[in-house]
């Protein structure tokens, strides 16, 4: 079992930045693709950024294109979500998610979650 805490969530005005962190454990980290999934309000699960095992590759929705970067310290077990360039359109639950297949998070399927970190962009 893994277990995925994630932290770094606040409200930010509109411009601003945020970096999400998860902390993995239980499992051996490397096995994984990790990805970074958010839910706003009255709105289906999207999927915001994927990054492979080694985190030789990375993908990203066409919404945070330019402003959000993921990482990842396999030394650490954990994950990273750099947000820059905020927008209240942003405001959602941000959750982290590991799968043994990255088709698995293409698919807004995964094999382990966190409990969600909120974050808020006021206008």
């Known amino acids: 079992q893994v277990q995925l805490v994630e932290s770094g969530g606040a409200l930010v005005q509109a411009g601003g930045s945020l970096r999400l962190s998860c902390a993995a454990s239980g499992g051996t980290f490397r096995n994984y693709a990790m990805g970074w999934f958010r839910q706003a309000p009255g709105k289906e699960r999207e999927l915001v950024a994927t990054i492979t095992w080694s985190g030789g590759s990375t993908d990203y929705a066409d919404s945070v294109k330019g402003r959000f970067t993921i990482s990842r310290d396999n030394a650490k077990s954990s994950v990273y979500l750099q947000m820059n360039s905020l927008k209240p359109e942003d405001t959602a639950v941000y959750y982290c998610?590991?799968?043994?297949?990255?088709?698995?998070?293409?698919?807004?399927?995964?094999?382990?979650w966190g409990q969600g970190t909120q974050v808020t962009v006021s206008p």
């Open positions: 998610a590991a799968a043994t297949r990255l088709s698995k998070l293409t698919r807004r399927e995964s094999d382990y």
